[in-house]
């Protein structure tokens, strides 16, 4: 079993949308949770940051994080076709140098 | 603002070669990264460095050497290339603050 399971996708919804992406994680010990955005052809780019459980909103984009079930969600609202990109997952357990991530998934948001 | 430069972008290696992967970042971070980057396997650690000096290996370090004589630059080198190489190649940096790393734009390298 994969420390981080991602659903690959390919998600594609309609404009103005609320897009839902997820990830679940075997390892209780993760605290650090977020998402990055990579276009094609770019290096990813840090999105979403949290610690621990709960919410975490910035402009269209909110972040969620439930500790007890092992879920962390991405929420976008409003979509738009500039967000279609690759969306990775990232953990971390607060010790160590190095992230966990998971496999991405690729959305597009179409007119 | 520079931030995580590679070069070079695109390279196409013979069975057997061998190259350097540069990345230099202006951020003046500790903590500095090398991935790559399958279709559907996400991104899969090949060797990291806490320092100038400091290197330890990832998930996938075979066939693979890196240095770290400075805080700005960790390159990447390949010895005796192998298809199984082929593959983008991303640099990455980091502050240690809760690992939030700022990433280049990625070297894409094809072993033929």
């Known amino acids: 079993q994969k420390e981080v399971e991602q659903d690959p996708g390919p998600l594609s919804v309609p404009e103005g949308a609320i897009v839902s992406l997820n990830c679940t994680y075997s390892n209780s010990a993760f605290q650090y949770f977020m998402w990055y955005r990579q276009y094609s052809r770019k290096g990813p780019e840090l999105l979403m940051y949290t610690y621990s459980s709960g919410n975490k909103e910035d402009g269209r984009f909110t972040a969620q994080v439930d500790k007890s079930s092992k879920y962390i969600s991405l929420f976008i609202r409003d979509s738009q076709p500039s967000d279609s990109a690759t969306y990775l997952c990232a953990m971390w357990t607060g010790g160590g140098n190095k992230l966990t991530f998971g496999t991405g998934t690729q959305l597009k948001v179409e007119l | ?112």
């Open chain 2, 1 to 112: 603002n520079a931030g995580v430069t590679q070069t070079p972008k695109f390279r196409i290696l013979k069975i057997g070669q061998s190259m350097t992967l540069q990345c230099t970042q202006d951020m003046n971070h500790n903590y500095m990264y090398w991935y790559r980057q399958d279709p559907g396997m996400g991104l899969k650690l090949i060797y990291y460095s806490v320092g100038a000096g400091i290197t330890d290996k990832g998930e996938v370090p075979n066939g693979y050497n890196v240095s770290r004589s400075t805080t700005e630059d960790f390159p990447l080198r390949l010895e005796l290339a192998a298809p199984s190489q082929t593959s983008v190649y991303f640099c990455a940096s980091g502050g240690g603050d809760g690992e939030k790393l700022f990433f280049g734009s990625g070297t894409q390298l094809s072993v033929l």
